[in-house]
Every structure is written in structure tokens, then in C-alpha cells.
Antibody, heavy 121, light 108 residues
């Protein structure tokens, strides 16, 4: 069974930075594109960002473009999300998710359990 | 930007068929994914590429997509089907993944 485990969440002050990680197991991580998706309290799912299997292509949602950076380390089967200049609107559960494809996004077929980020002074 | 519209809520009696729609401009030419999310849990994919089912998803769950509407149908609804359901597509015009607003399925 493919497993995705997020880590790095916590409470952070507005304007500060945080780095999330997602460890993948039981899959050929380097073959698939990966996403970050978030869900604010009581809200729906919001796509954050996608990275292609080789890290060449990256796409970002409008609300995070210029502040968040997605990256991956295929040698360690790990996905990262660097989040800068955080605001209260970034408070959410952050999920990593595997895409069915490699180079461009199609859709997510496996999701992690999520890590909670709270931006508060 | 591309918009997907879902009804906020759908209610159905046990044993009946629940139909959840996802409307978008020419969505029929896109590949639609559906996920189910129960309270306090992570989403789980229940349909992909419009109508395919992942392993472990029962045959009573089916998807279709044509014109401006994609549909997720759940027949012989059970109490365990109660959850939020989201549709999702990749919009090539904006290079964005788009989610619908979600539909809360209530089993009466």
C-alpha cells in the first residue's frame, strides 16, 4: 500500500516561514508528479502546487505564488513545501498527494493524512 | 479562471441512488477525478478519469462526464457513504488544478 506521511506542521507567527515535508514509501516516487493541497478550517479543498516527476515543471495556485516553493528529493523519496511570509489565511491542514501522471497534472490518486499549519501571533 | 460548481448538499434515503453533479464549461473534454472525505479524515479517491474506480471502491459507485456536467452516482446508498465529495480537474488554460466546492452527502 502506497504511503505518504507529512510532517513539519505547527504554530508559526505571521510573516514567518515554515517547511513541510512528505515522505513517500511503497511507490516509485521518482516516476510521479506530486501535489500539495490544503484545507482551511471548515472549508473545501484548495490546490496549492504541483511538481513534475523530475522537478522540472512546477505550478502554483494564485494565493501562494511567489511565497511558496515546492521541491523534491527523489534520492530520499521526499517532497517539500517551503512557505514564506505566512498569513492567517494560510492556516490549514496541508496534504501531499500523488498524481497519476508524471509530467503534467491529471489527478490525485493517493493522499497523505495531512499536517496542520496554524499561523497566529 | 475555470470554475467547477457542485451542489452544497444532497440528501438520500438508504438504499436509494445519490447523484452528485459537477458543472464546468465543456467539462466533458476534461478528465474528472472525484474524492470522498469523511469528517476528520484525509480525502480518498473514489473515481478517476471520469468513470474508472480505484481498487477497493465498490461497483455501486460510478462516474460519467459529458457536455458541461460530470456526475458521480452512488447506488444502494449506505450510512457509511455519508461524507463530503469533491470533483477535480486540471485546467490547461490556467495551468491550475481546480476543485469543486464540495457536496455534503447526507443519508437520511
Amino acid at each position: 500500500q502506497v504511503q505518504l506521511v507529512e510532517s513539519g506542521g505547527g504554530v508559526v507567527q505571521p510573516g514567518r516561514s515554515l517547511r513541510l515535508s512528505c515522505a513517500a514509501s511503497r511507490l516509485t516516487f521518482s516516476s510521479y508528479g506530486m501535489h500539495w493541497v490544503r484545507q482551511g478550517p471548515g472549508k473545501g479543498l484548495e490546490w496549492v502546487t504541483f511538481i513534475s516527476y523530475d522537478g522540472f515543471y512546477k505550478y502554483y495556485g494564485n494565493s501562494v505564488k511567489g511565497r511558496f516553493t515546492i521541491s523534491r528529493d527523489n534520492s530520499k523519496n521526499t517532497l517539500h513545501l517551503e512557505m514564506n511570509n505566512l498569513t492567517a489565511e494560510d492556516t490549514a491542514v496541508y496534504y501531499c498527494a500523488k498524481d497519476v501522471g508524471s509530467y503534467v497534472p491529471y489527478g490525485m490518486d493517493v493522499w497523505g493524512q495531512g499536517t496542520t499549519v496554524t499561523v497566529s501571533s | 479562471s475555470y470554475v467547477l460548481t457542485q451542489p452544497p448538499s444532497v440528501s438520500v434515503a438508504p438504499g436509494q441512488t445519490a447523484t452528485i453533479t459537477c458543472e464546468g464549461n465543456n467539462i466533458g473534454i476534461k478528465s474528472v477525478y472525484w474524492c470522498q472525505q469523511k469528517p476528520g479524515q484525509a480525502p480518498v479517491v473514489v473515481a478517476y478519469d471520469d468513470s474508472d474506480r480505484p481498487s477497493g471502491i465498490p461497483e455501486r459507485v460510478s462516474g460519467s462526464n459529458s457536455g458541461n456536467t460530470a456526475t458521480l452516482a452512488i447506488s444502494r446508498v449506505e450510512a457509511g457513504d455519508e461524507a463530503d465529495y469533491y470533483c477535480q480537474v486540471w485546467d490547461t488554460s490556467s495551468d491550475h488544478v481546480v476543485f469543486g466546492g464540495g457536496t455534503k452527502l447526507t443519508v437520511l
